[in-house]
């Protein structure tokens, strides 16, 4: 897929917005004016930067026959994917969210998800990569944010070449988080707040780009702007409520990440 820098691109693409608020409306202008060091660009990892829905599904079912559990349907994954491993696994089970049980499998899910990471299993959706690169080049600082473990998350970035552009030491993304290395999960803000300060910038300017109605809440909940994509797990009416917009393919995020970075007409 041919992909133009933000520098470049076509006067016309087609996104899916929700209705800004006025809030959002005063944030997005104020933060329009910043240089892009200070704009930075965050991202969900699992159906927003790569696509590993096999490789997750795999190795849950793996981790719940194993202990004597039944296998769960792709439909039963999907609908999990919207907590934390432990968590996610306590659902399967039936059981309440903070029981032991979902930490110890969730352990077990983690050893068995982290070693399985490649370009293969976890590869960055078709157009991203220059995207990322793009972004990079133009100077926004850019970060990952996941629920899953931040040893998967790293393992993603490394096996995608995420973590240094090729022959240069200039790393694409300067931090990359899971849920187990911060305060709380998604929708919770811990998340993002720490990638901020990781950075150093001001929550307000920057923008998290997710799949899942728990990306939107947590961008809200950390006072930064969000994008929703549907190439990931949820459908647009799920995301609409909760995302300041919503795009359905690279020529929209590109549009939309323009949109919101670039100065507005006086």
Not at 51 to 79: M, P
Not at 106 to 135: H, M
């Amino acid at each position: 897929m041919h992909l133009p820098t933000l520098r470049h691109l076509p006067a016309l693409l087609s996104i899916s917005a929700s209705t800004w608020s006025p809030q959002r409306a005063q944030l997005s202008m104020s933060a329009s004016a910043l240089p892009p060091d200070q704009c930075a660009i965050l991202w969900d990892v699992d159906g927003t930067l790569v696509e590993s829905t096999k490789l997750g599904f795999d190795a849950t079912n793996e981790v719940l026959v194993a202990q004597g559990q039944s296998a769960i349907t792709l439909a039963d994954y999907k609908e999990g994917c919207r907590y934390s491993t432990p968590a996610r696994f306590n659902f399967h089970l039936g059981l309440d969210s903070g029981d032991p049980e979902g930490e110890k499998l969730g352990q077990i899910f983690d050893n068995t998800y982290v070693a399985r990471v490649s370009k293969e299993t976890a590869g960055l959706f078709p157009g991203l990569d220059r995207l990322l690169r793009s972004l990079s080049l133009n100077g926004h600082p850019q970060g990952a944010l996941s629920n899953a473990c931040g040893a998967y998350v790293r393992a993603v970035m490394a096996a995608n070449e995420l973590d240094e552009l090729p022959g240069q030491r200039i790393a694409l993304f300067r931090v990359a988080l899971g849920a187990d290395e911060v305060g709380a999960p998604k929708p919770a803000a811990d998340g993002l707040l720490r990638c901020c300060k990781d950075l150093g910038v001001e929550p307000g300017p920057c923008v998290y780009i997710g799949d899942a109605p728990s990306d939107g809440k947590a961008a809200t909940n950390a006072g930064m702007r969000s994008i929703g994509v549907l190439w990931g797990a949820n459908s647009e009416e799920a995301l609409k409520p909760n995302f300041d917009v919503v795009v359905e393919d690279m020529a929209g995020l590109t549009r939309a990440l323009r949109d919101m970075m670039l100065p507005k007409a006086s």
